[in-house]
């Protein structure tokens, strides 16, 4: 099932939401639609409802989303470096629990 990245910027919160699968052939467009949209973004939100899979390119993506935005904290104080994100289905919440995402990631049930 293809990917599909719809974007919500509103003032400095940037919503993503996901349709599909996140794999090795949809994490790209991912990372790209997620930081060429974080100019003046202050927090991200990802909401995860329309999200049927994830692989480990897939937390690959995620991770490098953090990276990204925690490099731009330490440019600007006022980003919040956490990334909030939402309504995983459980079988993709597992995931990021058993990686230790939960860490990294403020996962909302």
């Known amino acids: 099932m ?3 990245v719809d974007i919500k910027k509103e003032k ?4 993503v939401y996901l ?3 996140l794999d090795i052939n949809t994490n790209k467009e991912f990372k790209e639609n997620v ?20 692989d480990s390119t897939g937390l690959g993506a995620f ?3 953090y990276k990204t935005v925690k490099e731009k904290k ?8 956490s990334i909030l994100i939402k ?6 919440k597992k995931i990021f629990l058993i990686t230790d995402l939960d860490k990294v990631f403020t996962i909302e049930e």
């Open 2 to 4: 293809p990917l599909q």
């Open 12 to 15: 400095e919160v940037l919503t």
């Open 19 to 21: 349709s599909g699968d």
């Open 35 to 54: 930081n060429s949209n974080l100019e003046d973004v202050k927090k991200i939100t990802v909401d995860c409802e329309n999200l049927s899979y994830v």
């Open 63 to 65: 991770i490098s989303i």
């Open 74 to 81: 330490e440019k600007d104080l006022s980003v919040e470096e």
């Open 87 to 92: 309504n995983l289905k459980p079988h993709i």
